[in-house]
């Protein structure tokens, strides 16, 4: 088991795919893309969360990362809309951390499963990560019934004529909804 150290924002424990993200913007757009449930992001950009937050970016109804990591948050009194909106959805943050080394570590071995816990001393072996993991891997892995709609949803389009469309949400990004608004015919 490999360790990454850093400062965590959120006492919260999590346990997830580990991934990472090259994007320099759009931490909003990748919280909330379905196409990342149950995985911890690494950003490797240096600074999130240095342009505030807004519904309009977001890619769906709610968050689906298990995690958030980062070299460093915007998280002071003026500021700290990004970070508050991952813990309100009960997402655990961890800064400081070395996001190349873990990107490099994540480039060279793949996908893997990781925890984000509270430790004490992060160089010896610890069970609490091991059993988050376990545990998250027996949930629910029907990871498209969990991000889909339950219920229809109407939206109107821009256009007065054009074409009708449906869309069968199987984990849709609400981008793609905006966009086919754009031709859609007014209802």
Known sequence: MKFFS????????????????????????ISTDPSYHWQIVVMTAPMQGNYGVSRSAWESRQMWISGFVCVDLQNFKREDSWSRQLTEAQIPILTEVDTRKLTLFLRDRGTTWGAIVAAKMPKRPLRRPKLKIKSKKQGDLDWSYATSR?????????????????????????????ELQKNEVQK
């Not at 346990?15 to 090259?22: D, K, L, W, Y």
């Open 6 to 29: 850093g400062r965590l924002l959120s006492p919260i424990d999590a346990a997830g795919e580990v991934v990472f993200n090259t994007s320099h913007s759009g931490y909003e757009e």
């Open 150 to 178: 339950t219920k229809p949803e109407l939206f109107a389009g821009e256009k007065k004529q054009g074409p009708r469309v449906a869309v069968l949400d199987l984990g849709c990004k609400q981008n793609m909804i905006r």
